[in-house]
């Protein structure tokens, strides 16, 4: 156990019912580096997601975020974590600024400073000129821009984002690539889960293999081919897909 690691998630063990969604999951996250998840649907990575955002709490097991518990202090913790769902958490007839706005407001920002933020994550994500039109005029990819812009408005230090890209147009994925690499340039810690194999591998710096709750890999791409015997992470997903 690395006791110098950024987050720490320990022995967590999550189930719905008599389901296990995670068994015993151990991963190690350094600080400043882009952390993927992968596995096929129902791997659990969603779950995981989940735990680390504070949404929900694992049933045994720890997280910790430089040796503090999120699952005895979660509300110290949250304050740092910016979270992007797999769904859209937009209102469609109010504009870009103003859900921005309702945002800024819950996570405490006012005044000048919210207005300067509000703006600061509208232009970097694209949508500067769009900050007046009603959200219910944007397109799939814009809307998931503006739920990242969201959760960036208190300059978080954890990004945690789950299937960021889902769906989205190439302009999207472009930006939300370019907006990852500027992020961890600036030290934030990023944890994203993806079906886009291609930009898993060229984003992440590690990943973790998961497969029905249990982790079954996890360092670069390059330890984890070599280690399964695989040619590239898509063929080793396939198999997964296969053993299902």
């Not at 949250?78 to 859900?99: D, F, H």
């Not at 408005?153 to 990852?180: C, N």
Request: net charge positive; hydrophobic share 40%; with cysteine.
């Amino acid at each position: 156990m690395n006791t110098n690691s950024f987050i720490s998630v320990r022995e967590v063990t999550k189930r719905y019912r008599k389901r296990v969604a995670l068994d015993r999951v151990s991963i190690e996250i350094n600080k400043g580096e882009v952390f993927g998840l992968i596995g096929p649907n129902g791997a659990g990575k969603s779950t995981f997601i989940s735990l680390l955002a504070t949404i929900n709490r694992p049933d045994s097991g720890d997280i910790l975020v430089e040796g503090k518990s999120i699952v005895k202090m979660p509300g110290k913790i949250r304050s740092r974590i910016g979270y992007v769902p797999q769904e859209i958490a937009l209102y469609p007839m109010l504009s870009a600024y103003e859900n921005l706005d309702l945002w800024a407001g819950i996570y405490g920002l006012k005044g000048q400073q919210k207005n300067q933020r509000i703006r600061a994550v509208l232009e970097y994500l694209r949508l500067g000129d769009r900050a007046g039109d009603k959200v219910a005029t944007f397109s799939g990819g814009m809307k998931r821009r503006l739920n990242i812009a969201a959760s960036l408005l208190h300059k978080p230090d954890i990004l945690i984002m789950d299937e960021p890209t889902a769906g989205v147009d190439i302009l999207s994925r472009t930006t939300v690539a370019d907006m990852i690499r500027s992020l961890k340039a600036n030290g934030c810690t990023i944890i994203i889960t993806s079906h886009y194999i291609d930009e898993l591998e060229l984003l992440c710096d590690r990943l973790a293999i998961l497969n029905k709750g249990v982790l079954l890999h996890t360092g670069n791409l390059e330890s984890i081919l070599e280690k399964t015997g695989k040619e590239s992470l898509e063929a080793l997903m396939l198999n997964l897909e296969e053993m299902r």
